[in-house]
């Protein structure tokens, strides 16, 4: 039932940020799946003795490539595959099983926030043994296969029945079907004081979260409604569909709009949270109150010690450099380690790996810790839902009492998008060998003290990456210019703008981060060269 096919190499197969993501129509291609897949066995040893995750967010096209993905592994000789029940897995609830099962890496079938449909985004990430999706250089390798292939191993057996958990045979390889919440909810039992939080809801404290018709639905109802006794419909769009009922499962400002929209309403629960089309990424609000992903970072950190699996303490804390220094100053004040690494989950992980680090997060909406090794939604979620318990104060109270503490870091983000990719790069470096010229220059109120690129050195596999141009003045604030890793067309120019206020706390973001918008777009050229005269995206 093996068969050899011959087949012919796309040039476009490269990892991004997290995995490959590309235009839904462009993973139809013949043979592109294929061709991808092939290329990751080709450069993984021993397949006889290895097992590995399979599973998606239930967007369009993850069935058929589910199946595809079956009958090579089986025609390659994996030993093993562990799917979820129809296909379906989170990636934080991915990253769990490979740790708690000691798999060899995983397959998770998501374009992340990225819409999905015929006409939206397909993805695959690829994580190893560590939980974590693999390293740059070992996407290198996968690369220079998907640009040299020129055939494929596939078993040419019926489709597998997902349906039904249990274990089967299926052309020489195991396949094991589990039920891809249970495992999870465990682990949120054990980190997260449960008893705390029920009563809070049993007094009558109300949420919303919005599982974007994506993959949280089932984990949120189970573990926010049957377990912790929110009432029934607090999980709104809870039934994930291929296409996410047409919304963009992207939890910020922009695309979260119904649910930003009630909780600023008259009818506000007293907490909102939303998740993204895999479930790692959140968005945390209180009554009329947004926290910024970098203030919930630095407000978790300071808080620690109200969650049971850390009161013993943390290691360390990291972030990417594109996020809010807030929760350096937290670091700062528990005396613990800080790091500063690339835009990218998997430069977390040998930080984490190595015990440097406990917590981590970033600016696009990833908080998490180390009881996995991908962000988390609902770990996040829980985590101020743990907080609201055990303090009885609100989102408000306990974001302002941190700006208080700790000062606050105004930040808005700008996405430029669709921008032609020639015009981006060379935007990017003409801007990168104009920086060492603004060391030292004043734009009104603002001074440059340092102006570079950011490069990381990761201090356990010593490995060397370069992402980004930081321009930063001598008030703490910053400008951050990046291009995307995540889109599946065009380039989109990101610009992160961070002001730091000791003192005056209460302002409006945008008002405050205007000056600083006006340097960024001028200093790179944006309207010149993109004709945007202004963002796409303002979150
Ligand atoms: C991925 C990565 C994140 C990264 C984000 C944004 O998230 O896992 O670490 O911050 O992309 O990347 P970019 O700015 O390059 O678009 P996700 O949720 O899309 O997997």
Redesign the pocket.
Not at 61 to 88: C, E, P, R, S
Not at 177 to 202: G, H, R
Not at 308 to 319: E, L, M, N, R, T
């Given at each position: 039932m093996i068969t050899t096919v011959k087949t012919h190499p796309y040039t476009d197969q490269k990892m991004?940020?997290?995995g490959l993501r590309r235009k839904s129509k462009v993973v139809m291609q013949e043979n592109y799946i294929e061709n991808f897949m092939q290329s990751i066995f080709n450069v993984i040893s021993n397949l006889q003795d290895k097992v590995f995750l399979l599973g998606g967010d239930g967007r369009f096209y993850n069935d058929i490539a589910i199946q595809k993905i079956i009958k090579m592994a089986a025609a390659n000789g994996v030993k093993k595959l562990i799917i979820g029940q129809n296909g379906f897995i989170s990636?934080p609830a991915g990253s769990n099983i490979i740790l708690q099962n000691k798999l060899n890496g995983g397959f998770i079938l998501s374009a992340?926030?990225n819409p999905g449909g015929i006409n939206g985004d397909f993805g695959i990430?690829y994580s190893n043994e560590t939980g974590g999706q693999i390293p740059a250089q070992l996407s290198d390798k996968i690369y220079q296969q998907t640009i040299s292939i020129s055939e494929y191993k596939i078993c040419l057996g019926p489709d597998v029945d997902l349906s039904q958990l249990g274990t089967q045979e299926y052309c020489g390889m195991s396949i094991e079907v589990i039920d891809p919440v249970k495992d999870y909810v465990e682990l949120m039992q054990k980190i997260f004081d449960f008893a705390a939080i029920k009563k809070m809801f049993a007094n009558g404290f109300t949420m919303r979260f919005d599982a974007m018709n994506a993959v949280t639905g089932p984990y949120a109802v189970a573990i926010f409604e049957d377990l912790l006794g929110a009432a029934k419909g607090s999980v709104v769009n809870a039934v994930p569909k291929p296409d996410f009922g047409g919304l963009h499962p992207d939890p910020n400002l922009v695309y979260a709009k119904d649910l930003v929209d009630f909780m600023f309403s008259d009818q506000a629960t007293d907490f909102g949270a939303a998740n993204?089309g895999?479930g790692?990424?959140n968005m945390i609000l209180g009554k009329s109150f947004f926290v910024t992903p970098n203030d919930s970072l630095a407000i978790l950190t300071d808080n620690f010690n109200l969650i049971p699996y850390y009161k013993d303490g943390i290691y360390g804390v990291a972030k990417?450099a594109a996020t809010s220094t807030a929760v350096a100053r937290v670091a700062k004040a528990h005396n613990i380690g800080y790091y500063e690494v690339p835009?990218?989950?998997k430069y977390f992980v040998n930080l984490m790996d190595s015990k440097r680090i406990t917590f981590c997060g970033?600016e696009?909406f990833?908080t998490g810790s180390s009881h996995i090794r991908e962000?988390d939604g609902i770990w996040a979620v829980l985590f101020w839902l743990n907080i609201l318990a055990a303090t009885g104060k609100t989102v408000e109270e306990i974001t302002v009492e941190h700006w208080k503490k700790y000062g606050r870091s105004y930040y808005i983000r700008f996405d430029f998008e669709g921008v032609d990719t020639a015009v981006a790069d060379k935007l990017m470096a003409d801007l990168e060998s104009k920086l060492p010229s603004l060391s030292g220059k004043t734009f009104g109120d603002f001074i440059v003290s340092d102006a570079a690129p950011f490069i990381y050195h990761d201090p356990v596999d010593g490995s060397s990456t370069k992402n980004g141009l930081i321009i930063r003045f001598t008030d703490g604030s910053r400008i951050v210019y990046?291009l995307?890793?995540?889109?599946s067309s065009g380039a989109?120019i990101?610009v992160y703008l961070e002001r730091f206020c000791a003192k005056d706390i209460l302002q409006n973001p945008l008002d405050m981060v205007s000056p600083l918008a006006h340097i960024a777009l001028d200093v790179a050229e944006i309207p010149e060269r993109t004709g945007k005269h202004q963002a796409d995206v303002v979150t």
């Amino acid at each position: 039932m093996i068969t050899t096919v011959k087949t012919h190499p796309y040039t476009d197969q490269k990892m991004g940020t997290a995995g490959l993501r590309r235009k839904s129509k462009v993973v139809m291609q013949e043979n592109y799946i294929e061709n991808f897949m092939q290329s990751i066995f080709n450069v993984i040893s021993n397949l006889q003795d290895k097992v590995f995750l399979l599973g998606g967010d239930g967007r369009f096209y993850n069935d058929i490539a589910i199946q595809k993905i079956i009958k090579m592994a089986a025609a390659n000789g994996v030993k093993k595959l562990i799917i979820g029940q129809n296909g379906f897995i989170s990636t934080p609830a991915g990253s769990n099983i490979i740790l708690q099962n000691k798999l060899n890496g995983g397959f998770i079938l998501s374009a992340s926030h990225n819409p999905g449909g015929i006409n939206g985004d397909f993805g695959i990430k690829y994580s190893n043994e560590t939980g974590g999706q693999i390293p740059a250089q070992l996407s290198d390798k996968i690369y220079q296969q998907t640009i040299s292939i020129s055939e494929y191993k596939i078993c040419l057996g019926p489709d597998v029945d997902l349906s039904q958990l249990g274990t089967q045979e299926y052309c020489g390889m195991s396949i094991e079907v589990i039920d891809p919440v249970k495992d999870y909810v465990e682990l949120m039992q054990k980190i997260f004081d449960f008893a705390a939080i029920k009563k809070m809801f049993a007094n009558g404290f109300t949420m919303r979260f919005d599982a974007m018709n994506a993959v949280t639905g089932p984990y949120a109802v189970a573990i926010f409604e049957d377990l912790l006794g929110a009432a029934k419909g607090s999980v709104v769009n809870a039934v994930p569909k291929p296409d996410f009922g047409g919304l963009h499962p992207d939890p910020n400002l922009v695309y979260a709009k119904d649910l930003v929209d009630f909780m600023f309403s008259d009818q506000a629960t007293d907490f909102g949270a939303a998740n993204d089309g895999d479930g790692d990424r959140n968005m945390i609000l209180g009554k009329s109150f947004f926290v910024t992903p970098n203030d919930s970072l630095a407000i978790l950190t300071d808080n620690f010690n109200l969650i049971p699996y850390y009161k013993d303490g943390i290691y360390g804390v990291a972030k990417s450099a594109a996020t809010s220094t807030a929760v350096a100053r937290v670091a700062k004040a528990h005396n613990i380690g800080y790091y500063e690494v690339p835009t990218g989950w998997k430069y977390f992980v040998n930080l984490m790996d190595s015990k440097r680090i406990t917590f981590c997060g970033e600016e696009s909406f990833g908080t998490g810790s180390s009881h996995i090794r991908e962000k988390d939604g609902i770990w996040a979620v829980l985590f101020w839902l743990n907080i609201l318990a055990a303090t009885g104060k609100t989102v408000e109270e306990i974001t302002v009492e941190h700006w208080k503490k700790y000062g606050r870091s105004y930040y808005i983000r700008f996405d430029f998008e669709g921008v032609d990719t020639a015009v981006a790069d060379k935007l990017m470096a003409d801007l990168e060998s104009k920086l060492p010229s603004l060391s030292g220059k004043t734009f009104g109120d603002f001074i440059v003290s340092d102006a570079a690129p950011f490069i990381y050195h990761d201090p356990v596999d010593g490995s060397s990456t370069k992402n980004g141009l930081i321009i930063r003045f001598t008030d703490g604030s910053r400008i951050v210019y990046r291009l995307s890793g995540t889109g599946s067309s065009g380039a989109t120019i990101r610009v992160y703008l961070e002001r730091f206020c000791a003192k005056d706390i209460l302002q409006n973001p945008l008002d405050m981060v205007s000056p600083l918008a006006h340097i960024a777009l001028d200093v790179a050229e944006i309207p010149e060269r993109t004709g945007k005269h202004q963002a796409d995206v303002v979150t």
